[in-house]
């Protein structure tokens, strides 16, 4: 049996009914119900989408006749289908087939819940979106960097972006296929070089001048020959948070379009260096596809500026930052992103890299914390949850908004609350002007957080990292253990 989560509409509506209802349901966050595959799916194909990590589907109340076989509605389910939902039974919040409750009894609070499921659907919606081209996807480590999650990916053939030499271990150790490693990041050490020539990487991102120097000399010394593309800065602004915009003119990341020619012409020369392809990587959580389309048409620009140099290039990596959403942004669709690129790439042979990170695996999790104490100050309602700024930082460090529910049935209200962790810093909220009428000892989910939550956390004022929780279907496993205070201190004796 496969679990929906669904609304009853009278009749198939737009998208943009969809999203509205959807965003009504989900700011009360008293809705959907649960029903077997078989009940809900008429004789049309459902019309479905998604929002953030809620899904929706609609249906004609006319047709219940289940006509379509499971595998059909597996295929159909969109992205997030495997998001958080409301059980019919109780209004309380499940993850696939495990209610929240159940986990933060077993396994205690905060802790890091994610779906199989939806990890697994987003990666293949990406291979899906991009069929008709030859598509590599690196998924982008450092957005979640879990060996569980890794080596779930690599089972399915997925290729890995890493920026550091911690990175490449975590992915050998995970079973990737080093051939479909691709190496970001301004600092490469020597030793990670050395370390990434030795696995034998698909290739090099190269971001500097100095760093192709430096790889030559590496892959001769070692007498071996370093695979590259440039990283090209494109200079496109991609109307991100400029925390994570990495394509503007001043940007550390990448070399100028300007001098890439000349850098692609030297590379060229040296014996122990090859020329496999280009790159860019213009920022994060990019919502529109013009930033990716003007990026790709200056790149592309420059590939066929080397072709006719007689500089022919095996793959073009476009790089990630492909949105999501977590409040009311409306993500671009991968399927429109491809469909544009289609008729730009009809002139090159090669293949199409993406790094996605935060598209894989942000909606796929989600933070389980616990009301420690209420507070009341003149000018604010403080919610004090046992999860911090440590354990998640990005409320703290872009003002980055993420959704904030009970996991129990919520109760009406129309008081606002800011939700505030332990740590010693006005900074450590996680959440401002929540409507949320809880209570001491209520469970909270913030919603969002499979990436760059787990991978961005610390052990700021002692805290030991909390664990991370796999759900598959009935299934809960601990992919990451609660460190101890032991944990805390282990690296310091001597
Ligand atoms: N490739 C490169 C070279 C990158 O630098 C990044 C992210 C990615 C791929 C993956 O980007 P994604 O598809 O996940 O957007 N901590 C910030 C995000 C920083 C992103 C850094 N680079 C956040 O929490 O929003």
Redesign the pocket.
Known sequence: MLDIVGFALPAPVGVRTQRRALFAARTNAGFSHRASANTVFGTHDPCSCTFGNFSLFSFPQSCRTPKLSLTQIAMSLPLTAFGPYRAPTNNTLMLESVSLNEIAERYGTPCYVYSQSALLQSYQEYRDAFQSFDTLVCY?V??NANLSLLRLLAAQGAGF?I?SGGELFRVLQAGGDPRRIVF??VAKSEREIDEALKAGILCF?VESAAELQRLSERATRLEMTAPISL?VNPEVDART?P??A?GLRTSK?GVPATTALALYREAQKLPHLKIVGIDC?I????TTLEPFLEATDKILELVHQLAAEGIPLEHIDL?????ICYRDEDPLSLSAYATALKPRFNKFQGRLLF?????IVGNAGLLLTRVEYLKTIPERQLVIVDAGMNDLM?PS??Q?WHEIVPVDAPRKTDQKVDIVGPVCESSDVLGTGRTLDVQAGDLLAILSCG??GAS?SSRYNARPLIPEVLVHGSQTTVIRRRETYADLIQHELS
């Open positions: 982008a450092k957005a972006d920026v970001s990041g991102n990283r948070h925390y994570i990495t990341f990587h920022g994060s959580q990019i790089g990630g930052g492909v949105g790094e996605p990170g935060r598209r990005r460090l872009y980055a990436a760059y961005m």
